[in-house]
């Protein structure tokens, strides 16, 4: 089999989550040709994601393709935009058909449950990598950055943090083959929900916002950093998943949840939103009014 | 040094490339923030590039840093779009600080040469690898697609191939350190000019294009199957580059020049142009009356 019998294999475990009424020309031409969406800014990001360093490689291909387009999606909805399209380029070592049949399944399903196409991809021979460049659109102005962060603002979590970690500290995960089979934690990790609907309905009441991908403490520090403020934070107000602990939620990764900051107390944004402390003038991060370091992942320490 | 202090430094090494008029927020939110063309449609393409099989690992890394963001923009040459905006995910396996500085300065030159802004990233542990997502802007409905070609269309090629490929055979690209030291061929290689300028000048004057990365034969195969036609090509009026030979022109691949039909003589697109055969009804590729199979360089043969 060539690279074009195998992308013939991976567009129709893709199917119809290639086309969408913005995609006028999807894979298979030099380019993809979508449209824009009126008075909008376009909102980009890319991701990569290395084989035993980002997911285990040993587990199911379509709970790993699935993860691939979630997490990617979740820089969108940390900007409030709107999915627009995603393209995905995968080095492979070898070639197991039956293998990218799958993780193309796990993305097909992701992309229907986020409603974006994948509008176009690139495919080679290498070390196993995943590699998602996402897009989106937010009407001009109303992107969610994190820099926008004051004294006076509370902080925000979306859902609850520490599922993926816990999850990760377990160390079974490698041993997931479907989605039917994961546990509450696995699910965590595996099945991220990217806050998509949430992030849009932030626009114009988030001063910030920020994705939870590295842990708490080191995602909240790049908005202090970013605004040029500290935050106060509180662990008894930090909700944590169940079967997790404070350590995952303050340091652990993986969650994707949105961590943002309003003056105002946001309405019904479609899921569970905590307040976990304020905004002050000055830097870094004090938990129970101790200084903390941003003690999350970082990939070369 | 951890990650941030590596994107701090390929941040100053990617110097004013990361903003531009239309880039509202560059590297170092969750995403980026780019003004949307009015009237226009989103042309979206993405490449990897693997240590040792897209290119020699050991060659100067501005050399490779150059090359790999060409390259990428050449797919928007092909669908005749401007240049918005690039990001670059880059997976390294070890933290060689002066070679990603070398890098970056590559793609800062390369951003320059080509007008494109360079707004985002990922930088993470793992094989080399260097993956390019562009995007660019066509008017609604003139982006040029592999599906147009007519019987009656003349094929058309900008340039001269096989420059590349006769490098590659040579075998010596490795040792090149930097672009002064380049000879003619090495330079084909490792400075491709992707013809977007050529590309904008042929909306609406060419039926159908491509750009010859894979190989002539292979490309044209492309455009052939894209449009249910056939190609009749001539070797004597093949351009071959200087020091190569037809079989490079023919097979190999990596010139990024232009490949387009059209019913008329295109005009000056600022780049030599030479008409090498038609498009006929049918299928396949004709070379001087023999069928030819389209045998460029397919990744997991």
Request: proline share 4%.
């Amino acid at each position: 089999m060539n690279e074009f019998a195998l992308i013939a294999e991976i567009l129709e475990a893709l199917a119809e989550t290639t086309a969408g009424p913005g995609v006028r020309v999807g894979p298979g031409d030099d380019a993809s040709v979508t449209s824009v969406e009126a008075d909008a800014e376009l909102i980009s990001s890319i991701d990569a994601l290395v084989a035993d360093v980002h997911f285990p490689a040993a587990a199911g291909a379509e709970l790993i393709g699935y993860r691939a387009l979630m997490v990617s999606l979740s820089d969108l909805a940390a900007m409030g935009a709107r999915p627009g399209l995603a393209l995905v380029a995968l080095t492979l070592s070898e070639l197991d058909v039956g293998w990218v049949r799958e993780l193309a399944r796990g993305m097909a399903r992701a992309a229907r449950d986020a409603g974006v196409p994948i509008v176009g991809g690139n495919i080679a021979r290498g070390p196993l990598t995943i590699t998602v460049s996402v897009h989106g659109w937010s009407p001009r102005g109303t992107a969610l950055l994190r820099s926008g962060a004051q004294p006076g603002d509370q902080i925000y979590l979306t859902g609850s943090l520490g599922g993926a970690a816990a999850a990760l500290a377990r160390g079974d995960l490698g041993a997931c083959t479907d989605a039917g089979g994961l546990d509450a934690l696995q699910r965590r990790y595996f099945l991220p929900q990217p806050r998509l609907v949430a992030g849009m309905a932030l626009r114009g009441v988030a001063s910030s916002a920020i994705d939870v991908s590295d842990g708490l403490l080191q995602d909240l520090a790049h908005v202090c950093a970013a605004s040029a403020v500290a935050a106060e934070i509180h662990s008894a107000q930090i909700p944590v998943t169940a079967g997790a602990e404070l350590s995952h939620a303050l340091s652990g990764g993986d969650d994707y949840e949105l961590c943002f900051t309003s003056a105002r107390v946001p309405g019904d944004i479609g899921v569970a939103v905590t307040r976990i402390g304020s905004i002050v003038a000055g830097s870094g991060i004090s938990l129970d009014g101790r200084p903390v370091s941003a003690a999350g992942y970082q990939h070369f320490q």
